[in-house]
Each structure stands twice: as C-alpha cells, then as structure tokens.
C-alpha cells in the first residue's frame, strides 16, 4: 500500500513540469484566446475593455487585409498541397524503381529539410528578383527561351505567387519525398511479381497495386500539407520581407502576428478573433478529409 | 503458338521500353536535383565573388574567377552575425536540455508508474497535441510581455520547451522494455529514478537522440516567436537576424556578404545532417511534422 | 504444353560479402517436363528449386542455357508475355481487393483483341471459382478468409486466364497438417480436371510422392534424379536421393566390397558382387529387414516399439552411420533376441551400395 502512494507522488513529481509548462503555455493560452476574440475594445495598455460580443469578427471579416490574406492563403493551399503531394509521389516512384545513386538522390532531395527557411528564402529572393544591375538567374534563363523578363518579387501578383508556390513547394518536398519512398519501399514485393506474371503492366500495377497500399500515408501527408500550408508564413516573409501587407502576400498569420504586434501596442482581440477563423477553417478541411478519406483510403 | 520471331520481338520491345524507362526517370531525377542543389550552390558561390565583380556581371556567372573571404570577414565584423549564432547555440542547447528532462520524466511517469487518473490525464495529454501554435501563441505573447521577459533567454525559451507528440512517442518506446527488466531492478533494491536512468534511458537512447535531432533542428529554424518576442538586436536568432540583415544589414545592398552569412548559418545543420543522415532521416519518417 | 530446361545454370551476386563473388543458385539443371502432367521439384531449402520455378515464370533471368516452351524460345521473353499461372507460398493475394477483384485481376490485364466484357469476366470468375469450390467467398476480403481458403483463392487467380502451366511454390507449407492432406487431394483433382502442365515446388517428400506423375530430385542447384516417385524410392541413383525419399530415413551403413562379396564390420551380407574390392556405403530402407536367426546382419539389440499395425526395432551396430538403427516389421512378427544380439536377413530390393567416394548407386545384382 506504501508502495503505490509513494509511486503516486513519484509520479506527479515528475509530471509536474510538464503540467505547468502545458498548463501555463497550452492549456491557459487556449481558453483565453477564446476570451479575448469576444472582448471588444480591449486596449492593450490598460487591459480594460468595453464590452463582450462578435464584433472583433466583423471587423476581421470586413478588413480588406484580412480579405487578402485569406485568398493569398487559399491560393497557396490549393495549388500547393496537390502540386507538392504529386511531385513528390512521380519521384518516389522513380527512385523506387532506381538502384544506382538511389541514396544520393535521396540525401539530396532531403537538404532543404535542414535548411533554415528564412536564409534560403533570400537566396531565392535574389535568384527571382530583378534589379538595375542583373535581371536574375531566373530571368535570364527565361530571356534564353525567348520571353521577357519579369520582377518575380516586386512585380505583377501572379508572378509573385508562382514564386511563392515554387518555393513552398521546394521546401515541403523533403518531408513528402521521405515519407512516400519509405512507403512505396514497405509495399511487400511479392505482389509486384504476382502482377507481373499475370501480365500486368507498370501503369496498372501503381493505380492498383502501389497506389492502394500506399493510400493511407497519402491521405496523411494531405492532411498535414493542408494543415501546414493553411499556416504558411515564415516562407512569405523569406521571400518578400516582413511587410507583407506592403508586398500585397500576406497570409492569416501574417495577418495574425501584424495584428498582434502592431506600432500601437498591438490588437489581440483582433488577432484571437483571426487565430479562431483560422483554427476553424484548419478544422473544417481536416473533417471533410477524413470523410473523404473513409471512402477512398484503405486501411489494412 | 506463334513462331520464334514474334518472342525476339516482344523482348526487344520490353528492353528498349526498360532502358527508355530508366533514362527518363535519371533525367527527371538530376532535373529535380538541380533544382534542389541550385540555390546552395548560388549562395556559396555568391558568398566568394566580391562586391563589385559581383554587381558588374548583369549575368551572374557560375564560376568564380577571383575567390575572396572578404564577404565573410564583413559578416562576422560589421553585423552582429557572431552573436546571433551564439545566441541560437544557447537557445537550441537550454531549449532541447530543458525539453528532454520535461519529456523523458513525463513519459516514465505514463509509462511505468501507476497512480490515479493516468488514462484521463493521457489521454487530456493527447488531445493537446491538436492545439496549433498560431492559437496559443497570442496569449503567450502577453503573458511573456506582463513577465517582462522580452528580449531575454527565458523569454524566447519557456514556451518552446514542450512537446505532447514527443512525450508520446518516448511513452510508446518505453512501454516496449520488458516487465521482467523492471522487476528484476526492484528485487535488487534500485530505485525508480535509479532504473530510468541506467535501464530505461540506455535502452531508449535511438528514440531519444532522434527527439534531440528533430528539436534542434526545429530550434535552429525557428523564427516566429524570437521575431514576436524580441526587438532588440542583442537577442536576435539566425532567423531573424537574416530578416533584419536583409533589411538593415551591410549599409547597402551588399549581396555577397549577405550570402556569407547565409552560408555560416546554414553550415552547422547541414554539418549535422551529414554525419548524422541515417539517423535524422529515420527519425523524421517517424516524428516528422514539417511539410 | 511441354517445358524444356536445357542446361540451365543461374548465378545470383553473393550480396553478404564485399568483394565480387556469386552463389550458383542453378548448375547445368536439364529437364523435360512432359504435356499435362503434375511435376515435384523437390529438395532441401536452398537447393533452387524456387529458383527454377522463377526460371519458368520469366521472374529471372537464366545465366545461362534456353527454357523452351513447347517448341519456342521464351528464354528472354519477360514474365507477362509467357502466360503462366504462378501460385506464391504466402499466396500473395491483394489484401485491398476482394476475392472477386483478386481474381478477375489477370483477366483485366488483357489487351487488344484479347480483352473480354464485364460479362465474360464475370463467368469466366464464376467458372474457376467453382472449380476450386469458393463460389461462397467471393465478396470477402483475403483477411477475412482461412489460410486454406486463401490458398484455393490464389489457384484460382493463377489459373482464371487458361494459363499454358501452372507453377506452384511452397503450396501446402503454410496449412496445417489435416488441412495439407486435403489440400493435396484437391491439387491432384484441380490439375486432372484442367489436364493443365503443372509443376510445384516442395520440401516435403510425402507430398511430391504421394500426389505427382514425376519427380524431380535436387541438392545444390543440380539434378539428382528424376522419374516415377515409387520408382525413384525403389531405386535412387545415389546416396542423396535414397536418404532424401522415405521416412523413417534410410538406414546407412559402412562397408566394404572384398572379394566379389559384400561386408558391412564382419558380417557378409552378400556374395557374387561384380565389382573390384572398394570402400562402399550400404543403405538399407527401414522395411527391409527381416528378424531372422540365420540372419546375416547382426546389432545389438536396444528396444521394440509397437504401433499398432507396425513395430520398430531399436538396434545399434558400431559400422551404422548413426545412433540407431530403425526397422519396421509387421507387429505380429515375433521378434527373438540372444544376448542381446538381434539378426536381420535384408531384403535384397531394399537395400542399395553406394560408392563411399562419389556415392553413387553401385548395381550389385
């Protein structure tokens, strides 16, 4: 009996920490961020406010940076996450059908996971930019094909957001790469040369065979891609500075932090009510997928 | 059957259609390489060319004719680049220590003791894990700031010490030591504390050395909260400190010397990621979020 | 169709060491397998057999010689053109499809003016699903399904497409022992009733002998013999073959040709031996001996184990290649010992000499 009190208080001792880091940085933050997107006119200096109700929604929901942001982020989810979730599955397949290199290929195709996003993402600012004194790499290897140059950075939207999607798709690569190699690696080859005496043909052995098997750690990697894309910031900032609304590529952070850390002391009200729509519409895609997903994937 | 013409030829077929098929895939596969490798290429070879042979080709050349160090010289002299790389240093080391300490005595606590309320407080556990950053962090923001902790370690340290998904995969991973190993050290009187750390902690170490990985490269990457939370130079990450070169740095927009310290920040993980391959590869295939 | 290995040999890279060696999976292997019949390659793990089967299906490559289907050189032709039905040991069913889609995949692989309607597939599943006695099962997933279950599953896949021979790997290893016995009667009656050429794969001597027309003998990636199953147990041409086939195994002992007469320690077994005097082996199937005061063998005599309709003599005897010798005799035979000392006269039809050196089959009579 001694012995499970003394286990208990063990026990507690060494959960301790972890309940009061989560409780302090987690749990805390979660209910009160709630709070605060309900608190109208709450003014960061004297912590007072007027009055509970939705206006901190309405005013999020009809600022037009907030607008922007929100299209720049759908913009970048949907064309980012199946680009990516496909690129990445066309080279897994080929490098599961490789056996020279094969490692170096995939010690390559890993590097940008370990990169520091911030500091690569200059190097592609450069590399896309157009200046009085070079028009770029990039520019210049499409002046080669013939087409004019074009200001990937400060220029028209649309080449903007190529660029943009370029690099994110660069730096979620990696962690797909990885995740569809192993899988297409764990799929059990007896059933490849039971296909292939049955004389089925590469395509039909992927839609029926690899792809199926594979399916479930598909539908994860969407999944997460949804969720991180719909996050996406840090990579904006890399490429187009820290004013993002300036550069008209802000995103929901951004649009969050902005709000958050603002020349008068900042807005939190504002920002909760935006972190909440975003953790909504995060939600609501996640659920549509799992649905989805019940009908398409399967589980073994 | 048909004759012995029509088998030469389907097998010929298959043959060219199999070299066809590898050919294409190398080409797809050094493509894409080239993509990848590209940018790292620029930047270390940007980081020797000097600022005016730099700024004379209006097309940047791939070679480098006159290699220089004077771009890295100028960034460990005229911006703070060392501080920031010492400051990460000790900002990823106390994170990752703290966070390992806080991980490894929560996971034996669910794993090997019993008490009450362990399945609820799990499971409370697990569900915390759906709770993203973006929402948290607002309220993180204020309570740093009414500590008055901006602009100071603890400050950049305290909420980025904890991570439920790493509790849970150092739970699972020491649920699989057998019992017996457990009751054998009590029958000769080792304490619990004592077992964790000469049985469990050993026998855990590859699941604990890929959480240090995966910690210090999200540590080194990280950029959000050190932007949120500090404004004065002295207490910049890399991250930031690349934001604020970018915008302040050099005086002018010397790119060279921006590249070099792009290069010096990029060259510790990469250092890393190189000995350690396997293991970082392993272990983000199984805890890898990033993507 | 018939099947033609000529001079097969296969070498596969040794991929366990560092420096470039290779292991012979298959050594100068020749063979006809006949039209229509049921063939066991049988033989110890490693031996490659697998490997032949592998040959057949087009799933590798030979290092050198021809494989021949009827008359037509398939050597180079790629698995899918060949058209054979091939039954893996872990059955390899799709665990994503459903019986139905398992074995309605070879036939969606048909191309050109091959290709078949829903319909057609549809009866050709039924018919083969009959025939293999699943008709029940078709809407089920392979994991809902016995191994036994899965296993006609797997036969009727491999042969939902007519194919020219069926090849089967391992067949009956993951069934349990009742279920084997039935199974292997079932093999027998599914190749009759198609009249398919069919060759299977095994370890198992009982299965190839008790339910092929031909066996095939292998150690080593080389051919030891081939033929008859009674036939190859009446006569094994070498030492290997008599010790592979019959359980309990053949009892073998150190002797000696002297004389024109055969010796096993002091005991003459035999006179009249054409052969020049040489170190030889004796192999003597357990039946073979017959308890019997003029004898010729003697051993010392250790047990007497009675089973019903048959019973064992335990005995010892210091030129056997053993620790015991094992006979077996009808249990009503009465069995007299004197000192100890048993006596055996040995059938001559059961007992074989094998050269010590080469240990092949010396013909005695």
Redesign the interface.
């Known amino acids: 009996m001694g012995n499970d009190r003394k286990q208990s208080i063990t026990a507690w001792l060494c959960l301790l920490p972890a309940i009061i880091f989560l409780g302090v940085f987690l749990v805390y933050p979660m209910i009160d961020v709630l709070i605060y997107s309900f608190e109208e006119g709450y003014n960061f200096a004297s912590r007072s406010f007027l009055g509970i109700g939705s206006y901190n929604y309405s005013y999020v929901l009809h600022d037009p940076y907030f607008i922007k942001a929100l299209k720049n982020t759908f913009i970048i989810v949907i064309i980012t996450v199946p680009m990516s979730t496909g690129i990445a599955l066309i080279i897994s397949i080929a490098l599961s059908h490789i056996t020279r290199l094969k490692e170096l290929f995939q010690t390559i195709y890993f590097l940008p996971y370990v990169t520091n996003t911030l500091a690569v993402g200059l190097v592609f600012m450069i590399l896309f930019r157009k200046t009085a004194y070079t028009d770029g790499m990039v520019n210049i290897l499409i002046n080669a094909f013939g087409a004019r140059s074009i200001d990937f950075i400060e220029g028209p939207y649309w080449a903007k957001m190529f660029v943009m999607c370029f690099y994110t798709i660069w730096v979620v690569l990696p962690f797909k790469i990885l995740i569809l190699t192993s899988s297409i690696a764990s799929v059990d080859p007896i059933y490849y040369r039971a296909a292939k005496v049955d004389g089925t043909s590469k395509l039909r052995m992927f839609y029926k065979i690899t792809l199926p098997m594979i399916s479930p750690m598909i539908f994860y990697l969407i999944i997460t891609g949804f969720i991180g894309a719909f996050k996406a910031y840090s990579d904006e900032v890399a490429l187009f500075g820290t004013d993002l609304n300036a550069a008209g590529m802000n995103t929901i952070v951004g649009y969050i932090y902005d709000m958050l850390y603002g020349n008068s002391g900042g807005y939190p009200s504002y920002a909760s009510a935006a972190a909440i729509i975003l953790f909504s519409i995060v939600f609501t895609i996640t659920v549509i997928n799992l649905i989805v997903s019940k009908k398409t994937v399967y589980y073994s | 059957?048909?004759?012995?013409t029509d088998?030469?030829k389907?097998?010929r077929e298959?043959n060219a259609k199999e070299i066809a098929?590898?050919i294409l895939?190398?080409v797809?596969?050094i493509f894409?390489?080239l993509?990848?490798?590209?940018?790292?290429y620029?930047?270390i070879l940007?980081s020797f060319k000097s600022y005016s042979s730099y700024?004379g080709?209006?097309?940047?050349r791939l070679i480098v004719t006159s290699p220089t160090l004077q771009n890295y010289v100028d960034a460990f002299t005229q911006v703070s680049l060392l501080r920031y790389l010492l400051n990460t240093l000790v900002f990823t080391v106390l994170t990752t220590a703290i966070m390992l300490?806080?991980?490894i005595?929560?996971a034996?606590?669910?794993s090997r003791?019993?008490?009450?309320g362990?399945n609820l407080?799990f499971a409370l556990?697990l569900s915390?894990m759906m709770?993203?950053n973006?929402?948290?962090?607002?309220?993180?923001?204020?309570?740093i700031t009414n500590l008055k902790l901006r602009n100071s370690m603890p400050g950049l340290i305290?909420?980025s010490?904890?991570s439920?998904f790493y509790?849970y995969l150092l739970k699972e991973n020491f649920e699989q030591i057998p019992d017996e190993l457990y009751k054998a050290a009590k029958v000769d009187g080792t304490s619990?504390?004592r077992y964790l750390r000469k049985v469990m902690i050993p026998i855990a170490r590859p699941t604990i050395i890929t959480i240090t990985i995966l910690k210090v490269?999200e540590c080194?990457?990280s950029?959000?909260w050190p932007?949120?939370i500090t404004d004065d130079p002295k207490f910049f990450l890399?991250?930031n400190g690349?934001?604020e070169l970018?915008?302040n740095g050099f005086g002018r927009?010397n790119?060279p010397a921006?590249?070099a310290a792009?290069v010096v920040?990029?060259v510790p993980?990469?250092v890393?990621?190189l000995v350690f391959?396997k293991k970082?590869?392993e272990g983000?295939?199984r805890g890898?979020?990033?993507? | 169709m018939k099947i033609v290995l000529d001079h097969i040999t296969k070498k596969f890279p040794n991929i366990n060491k560092k420096e470039k060696s290779e292991v012979t999976a298959v050594d100068d292997f020749s063979y006809e397998i006949p039209d229509g019949k049921l063939v066991a390659l049988l033989g110890p793990s490693g031996c490659g057999k697998s490997t032949i089967l592998n040959l057949i299906s087009g799933l590798e490559k030979p290092t050198q010689g021809k494989v021949f289907f009827g008359d037509d050189d398939v050597t180079g032709l790629p698995a899918e053109n060949r058209g054979v039905g091939l039954v893996f040991q872990n059955y390899a069913l799709y665990p994503h499809l459903t019986v139905r889609e398992n074995i309605r995949f070879p036939l969606e692989n048909l191309k050109g003016d091959k290709k078949l309607s829903k319909e057609e597939m549809e009866e050709k599943v039924q018919r083969v699903a009959k025939l293999v006695q699943i008709e029940a099962l078709l809407d089920r997933r392979p994991s809902e399904m016995s191994g036994g279950q899965q296993q006609r599953v797997a036969i009727a896949r491999a042969l939902v497409k007519k194919p020219k021979v069926l090849l089967l790997d391992e067949p009956l290893s993951n069934l349990d022992a009742r279920l084997r016995l039935q199974t292997r009667e079932e093999l027998r009656r599914i190749q009759l009733e198609t009249g398919i050429t069919t060759i299977f794969v095994t370890h198992d001597q009982e299965e190839a002998m008790s339910i092929s027309d031909y066996i095939v003998v292998m150690k080593e990636g080389r051919l030891m013999q081939k033929g008859v199953p009674q036939k190859v147990y009446d006569s094994p041409d070498n030492l290997f073959v008599a010790k592979f086939l019959g359980t309990p195994q053949i009892n073998v002992f150190s002797g000696e040709i002297k004389d024109n007469a055969l010796f096993i320690g002091k005991d003459k077994i035999r006179d009249g031996i054409n052969s020049i005097d040489k170190k030889v082996y004796v192999g003597v199937r357990p039946e073979g001996f017959e308890p019997s005061k003029d004898g010729v063998l003697r051993c010392e005599f250790q047990k007497l184990e009675v089973m019903g309709r048959d019973a064992s003599i335990l005995s010892h005897n210091d030129n056997f290649d053993g620790t015991v010798i094992r006979s077996i005799i009808p249990s009503d035979t009465e069995v007299k010992t004197t000192g100890g000392e048993i006596v055996f006269n040995l059938k001559p039809w059961k007992t074989f000499v094998f050269d010590s050196v080469s240990e092949e089959r010396i013909l005695i009579d």
Do not use: C, H
Not at chain 2, 57 to 60: A, I, N, S, T, W
């Open positions: 059957m048909t004759g012995n088998f030469e389907i097998e298959y098929g590898n895939r190398y797809f596969l894409w390489a993509i990848v490798l590209f940018p790292f620029f930047m940007t700024n080709e209006y097309v940047p300490m806080i991980v005595l929560s034996f606590a669910f003791l019993s008490f009450k362990k407080l556990f915390l709770i993203p973006e929402l948290v962090i607002i309220t993180n923001y204020v309570t305290f909420p010490v904890i439920v509790i619990d504390i490269i080194w990457n950029y959000v932007r949120l890399v991250s690349i934001q970018r915008e927009e790119i921006m590249m792009v920040i990029s993980l990469m890393l990621f391959r970082i590869m983000v295939a890898g979020t990033k993507g």
